[in-house]
């Protein structure tokens, strides 16, 4: 079970966002990430709980931030219910989409198990729906995800898989580079791991 500590900081200015402490496994039914967020003072700032099941469906999600929750899963597309602490500006949403993104490194994880891409394959086209900070609003977004190449890296605990990704936002045309390795993001815009106490875990195969 990975366990760990990503910084978050803006991509394009670089402005520190504060710290997500994660746990992850995957387990018979798919794979579930569950971590607390931080500000850059240290001050409690959110929560993030996703499963998966076995296709990288979203089976279950679960956001906190600000005073504002998101539940969700894959039902006619993706589905969703966001609520204030008191309950009254409570609304619903229901997109024709594949999955959920955000902030979290977690989604980028989920993301790559939906779509199982191979190296040196066409991009995939991909819809999401973003919650975006602070205030986690919705936002559909269509991505374009291509797996560039797979590489083994020598480590102490044995070879490491690591899957370098183009991500292409499709409504700005800007492009970003992702690397994972299992079910840990090593590196990508506004994320660094900085702490990993145990290896990756490793995804049976398709």
Known sequence: MPRGRYSLHD???HTPLGEEHFHCAPGPSGWRYVAQTT???GDHAGSVD????????????ELNASSWQIRGAALDGVTWVRTDPTGAYATEGNVQAHAFT????????ATARLLRLTPHTPATRVRLVAFTDP???PRTVDQS????KSEAHA???GPLLVDEYRINALDTGEQHTVHIAGDVVLSAPGIELEHLETPPSTFPAP
């Open 11 to 13: 991509p394009h200015d």
């Open 39 to 41: 500000t850059p003072a």
């Open 50 to 61: 996703l499963a998966v099941d076995e296709l990288g469906r979203p089976i279950r999600l």
């Open 155 to 157: 480590t102490d605990n």
């Open 102 to 109: 955000g902030t979290s490194p977690a989604f980028l994880i």
């Open 135 to 137: 205030v986690l609003a």
């Open 145 to 148: 995800w291509a797996l560039l």
